[in-house]
């Protein structure tokens, strides 16, 4: 099928064949390696609700955690697993930097 | 309001009498939950209703509308509102009004509460129920609002008593003669939430009891009940924190079965929204409300025998 | 003048006092009490965004995500009372934010995410009919001026990093280790029933879905993916998205 849809400008005719087989294909049922490549169901959960957070008086209140001037973190998950061509590690450069004020 | 028929089918089939106050049965029921959809479609739980946040479901599809609308089949629904805002210093959102009213059209839930409290100003929403001082100038905007909102969704809506941590020195008014007035002059009912009264109550030393029996209990439609955590204010004083993260405390069930007394058979839904336990474990907890609800039952009927 | 505004001022800056006119039944400072509100609000909007982004926490860990989190929740608080729909604007926040730089494909994984969450919610729609599809088919001229009409849910991501690898790599499919980031990948974010489906596009596969998303004509559509890319396979590419349900309705121009 492809071979004969090389040219850009498409005719009508190969679009009606590239449509017609395709509608013959997808009424087949979905091959093992469309399920591979399917992703999972969602465990999305309802995000509105009437009770106060788990956490205590204390959390989120501290003024470290939150006060841009006096950024202090750095990624530290799974991205440091990741290969980086660039790194001359080989990985994830990770360093901190001071964030512009506001 | 939908016409109710004196028997329907419960979920497992039998005809069962049905007494209606606000139009949820005089039951037990769960909050909704998406981790237990599936779980409830399969076993079709023998519960009185189950109640969702109106905000999770104001959605245009997906998944969410796909099992309500099953289950809504299956069970009576109560629709709980927790950001229309009503103790706001602005006016409502007239879209979410219009949202709210075309939930309410397609699910036909049979009942519709939300809090006094507030959570959004100045366009933003800060998911939370905030609290509000007691006085002439909030009891008047309180009763616009649901006026304005009783108008809007067509229909009577329940108010629920918040759980709070502070108090506001401009208060005039204590918080059950504050609601007891709004009720009277807004036609609205009362969700009577024992956990809130039991948890402002510790907060604020005052008595659950004598709050609960100074509002204006003839109007409750539904109760709630929750689990709370402990913390403790600058003093050291207990500090309860309205989380819905725990089992139901055993002074919340005496203050509720306290609440049963002078109210009779109500509904009851028994709220949990964070460290939600497998369904059976809250399926135990409905249990345990519906037998106090059976006591409530049968006081009444040796009262009148 | 407004007691809320000023409630709210000091909900979001950890520095403010607490607001005047606090009182407690003891005579303690309620600054401790406000800290509650405080906290179920600083910390249910960054669970929100925790919820919508997942993989984009993992990358960069808990506790980067949640102070990054809450830079951006203070400088732009949900204008929704729906949280299913806060966080439109974390993507093109996180490409601005100094300190995530050393993960410059963190954005787009969150844009990722961001469709993912949107396709869960978005309105439901019947796939095409075949015989719709047999009708466009009996007039063959007609066929390249009609417009698909895409499943509501339907996204499509066109990135400079592997975003599919990267986020399939989470979700246990594949070694995160052997994933080239640098390695341009486009995906296609659909519900099909209850799920979100997330699939890698193959060059000219994202031209053609996003020309269609775009309502271009089918003839057009498909002449920009041989374009991009020449031995472009359209036929399983219009198979995928039958099979999908991607593709919710065929319209003539003059019905449109």
Same mark, same amino acid.
């Given at each position: 099928?492809?071979?004969?849809?090389?040219?850009?400008?498409?005719?009508?005719?190969?679009?009606?064949?590239?449509?017609?087989?395709?509608?013959?294909?997808?009424?087949?049922?979905?091959?093992?390696?469309?399920?591979?490549?399917?992703?999972?169901?969602?465990?999305?959960?309802?995000?509105?609700?009437?009770?106060?957070?788990?956490?205590?008086?204390?959390?989120?209140?501290?003024?470290?955690?939150?006060?841009?001037?006096?950024?202090?973190?750095?990624?530290?998950?799974?991205?440091?697993?990741?290969?980086?061509?660039?790194?001359?590690?080989?990985?994830?450069?990770?360093?901190?930097?001071?964030?512009?004020?506001? | 309001?939908?016409?109710?028929?004196?028997?329907? @089918?419960?979920? %497992?089939?039998?005809?069962?009498?049905?007494?209606?106050?606000?139009?949820?049965?005089? %039951?037990?029921?769960?909050?909704?939950?998406?981790?237990?959809?599936?779980?409830?479609?399969?076993?079709?739980?023998?519960?009185?209703?189950?109640?969702?946040?109106?905000?999770?479901?104001?959605?245009?599809?997906?998944?969410?509308?796909?099992?309500?609308?099953?289950?809504?089949?299956?069970?009576?629904?109560?629709?709980?509102?927790?950001?229309?805002?009503?103790?706001?210093?602005?006016?409502?959102?007239?879209?979410?009004?219009?949202?709210?009213?075309?939930?309410?059209?397609?699910?036909?839930?049979?009942?519709?509460?939300?809090?006094?409290?507030?959570?959004?100003?100045?366009?933003?929403?800060?998911?939370?129920?905030?609290?509000?001082?007691?006085?002439?100038?909030?009891?008047?905007?309180? $009763?616009?609002?649901?006026?304005?909102?009783?108008?809007?969704?067509?229909?009577?809506?329940?108010?629920?008593?918040?759980?709070?941590?502070?108090?506001?020195?401009?208060?005039?008014?204590?918080?059950?003669?504050?609601?007891?007035?709004?009720?009277?002059?807004?036609? $609205?009912?009362?969700?009577?939430?024992?956990?809130?009264?039991?948890?402002?109550?510790?907060?604020?030393?005052?008595?659950?009891? /004598?709050?609960?029996?100074?509002?204006? @209990?003839?109007?409750?439609?539904?109760?709630?009940? /929750?689990?709370?955590?402990?913390?403790?204010?600058? /003093?050291?004083?207990?500090?309860?924190?309205?989380?819905?993260?725990?089992?139901?405390?055993?002074?919340?069930?005496?203050?509720?079965?306290?609440?049963?007394?002078?109210?009779?058979?109500?509904?009851?839904?028994?709220?949990?929204?964070?460290?939600?336990?497998?369904?059976?474990?809250?399926?135990?907890?409905?249990? $345990?409300?519906?037998?106090?609800?059976?006591?409530?039952?049968?006081? %009444?009927?040796?009262?009148?025998? | !003048?407004?007691?809320?505004?000023?409630?709210?001022?000091?909900?979001?800056?950890?520095?403010?006092?607490?607001?005047?006119?606090?009182?407690?039944?003891?005579?303690?400072?309620?600054?401790?009490?406000?800290?509650?509100?405080?906290?179920?609000?600083?910390?249910?909007?960054?669970?929100?965004?925790?919820?919508?982004?997942?993989?984009?926490?993992?990358?960069?860990?808990?506790?980067?995500?949640?102070?990054?989190?809450?830079?951006?929740?203070?400088?732009?608080?949900?204008?929704?009372?729906?949280?299913?729909?806060?966080?439109?604007?974390?993507?093109?926040?996180?490409?601005?934010?100094?300190?995530?730089?050393?993960?410059?494909?963190?954005?787009?994984?969150?844009?990722?995410?961001?469709?993912?969450?949107? =396709?869960?919610?978005?309105?439901?729609?019947?796939?095409?009919?075949?015989?719709?599809? =047999?009708?466009?088919?009996?007039?063959?001229?007609?066929?390249?001026?009609?417009?698909?009409?895409?499943?509501?849910?339907?996204?499509?991501?066109?990135?400079?990093?592997?975003?599919?690898?990267?986020?399939?790599?989470?979700?246990?499919?594949?070694?995160?280790?052997?994933?080239?980031?640098?390695?341009?990948?486009?995906?296609?974010?659909?519900?099909?029933?209850?799920?979100?489906?997330?699939?890698?596009?193959?060059?000219?596969?994202?031209?053609?879905?996003?020309?269609?998303?775009?309502?271009?004509?089918?003839?057009?559509?498909?002449?920009?993916?041989?374009?991009?890319?020449?031995?472009?396979?359209?036929?399983?590419?219009?198979?995928?998205?039958?099979? !999908?349900?991607?593709?919710?309705?065929?319209?003539?121009?003059?019905?449109?």
């Amino acid at each position: 099928m492809s071979k004969s849809l090389t040219s850009t400008a498409l005719s009508a005719t190969a679009l009606a064949l590239a449509l017609g087989t395709a509608l013959t294909l997808s009424a087949a049922p979905a091959s093992a390696a469309d399920d591979k490549e399917k992703c999972y169901g969602v465990a999305m959960k309802g995000k509105n609700d009437c009770a106060a957070g788990p956490g205590t008086t204390c959390a989120g209140t501290s003024k470290t955690d939150h006060q841009g001037n006096a950024w202090k973190y750095v990624p530290k998950g799974s991205c440091e697993k990741t290969a980086s061509p660039t790194s001359p590690t080989g990985f994830g450069q990770l360093a901190a930097f001071k964030e512009k004020k506001a | 309001m939908t016409m109710q028929t004196p028997f329907e @089918l419960s979920a %497992r089939g039998v005809p069962v009498r049905r007494t209606y106050s606000d139009g949820l049965p005089n %039951r037990a029921g769960l909050g909704l939950k998406p981790q237990h959809f599936a779980e409830i479609l399969a076993t079709e739980p023998d519960l009185g209703f189950f109640e969702i946040h109106a905000e999770n479901y104001l959605v245009a599809g997906g998944p969410f509308h796909h099992y309500l609308h099953r289950i809504r089949d299956r069970y009576p629904l109560s629709i709980h509102g927790v950001g229309l805002s009503i103790g706001a210093e602005g006016p409502l959102d007239p879209t979410h009004l219009d949202r709210l009213a075309t939930l309410l059209d397609r699910y036909q839930p049979q009942s519709f509460s939300e809090h006094l409290a507030w959570s959004t100003h100045g366009g933003a929403f800060f998911n939370d129920l905030l609290p509000l001082p007691y006085n002439r100038v909030t009891l008047d905007r309180v $009763c616009d609002h649901i006026d304005r909102t009783q108008e809007h969704l067509r229909r009577r809506m329940l108010l629920e008593n918040p759980a709070t941590y502070i108090e506001f020195a401009a208060s005039t008014l204590d918080e059950a003669a504050f609601i007891a007035e709004i009720v009277q002059r807004t036609g $609205c009912g009362l969700l009577l939430d024992v956990n809130n009264a039991y948890v402002s109550g510790v907060n604020h030393r005052r008595d659950p009891q /004598a709050y609960i029996a100074a509002l204006p @209990l003839s109007e409750v439609g539904e109760i709630h009940l /929750a689990g709370f955590a402990e913390d403790r204010d600058a /003093a050291g004083a207990p500090l309860l924190i309205d989380t819905h993260g725990a089992a139901i405390a055993a002074a919340v069930w005496e203050l509720y079965a306290f609440a049963l007394e002078r109210l009779g058979p109500t509904p009851t839904l028994i709220e949990r929204d964070n460290d939600i336990p497998p369904l059976s474990v809250l399926l135990a907890e409905a249990r $345990c409300a519906e037998r106090w609800i059976g006591y409530a039952q049968r006081d %009444r009927l040796e009262i009148s025998a | !003048m407004s007691d809320q505004r000023l409630f709210v001022a000091a909900l979001f800056d950890p520095e403010a006092p607490c607001p005047a006119g606090l009182t407690a039944w003891n005579g303690s400072d309620p600054a401790r009490r406000f800290a509650v509100y405080r906290n179920n609000v600083v910390v249910s909007l960054i669970d929100a965004l925790a919820d919508t982004f997942p993989v984009t926490l993992e990358l960069v860990g808990e506790e980067f995500f949640r102070a990054m989190a809450g830079v951006f929740m203070r400088a732009a608080p949900p204008g929704s009372v729906l949280l299913a729909e806060y966080g439109a604007g974390f993507p093109a926040f996180i490409e601005r934010f100094e300190p995530a730089r050393s993960v410059p494909y963190l954005a787009d994984v969150a844009r990722l995410e961001l469709l993912r969450v949107r =396709a869960f919610h978005a309105a439901d729609a019947d796939p095409i009919s075949p015989a719709r599809i =047999a009708r466009a088919l009996a007039d063959p001229e007609r066929l390249p001026a009609l417009r698909a009409t895409c499943h509501p849910s339907l996204g499509v991501l066109r990135s400079d990093y592997a975003v599919v690898s990267l986020w399939a790599a989470h979700q246990g499919h594949g070694d995160l280790a052997q994933v080239d980031p640098f390695v341009p990948e486009s995906a296609l974010i659909v519900r099909v029933g209850l799920d979100v489906q997330v699939l890698a596009l193959p060059p000219g596969g994202d031209t053609l879905v996003a020309s269609l998303a775009d309502g271009l004509p089918l003839g057009q559509a498909a002449a920009l993916a041989l374009a991009a890319r020449e031995d472009f396979d359209l036929t399983a590419h219009l198979a995928l998205l039958l099979r !999908m349900g991607a593709l919710t309705a065929l319209v003539q121009p003059t019905e449109a």
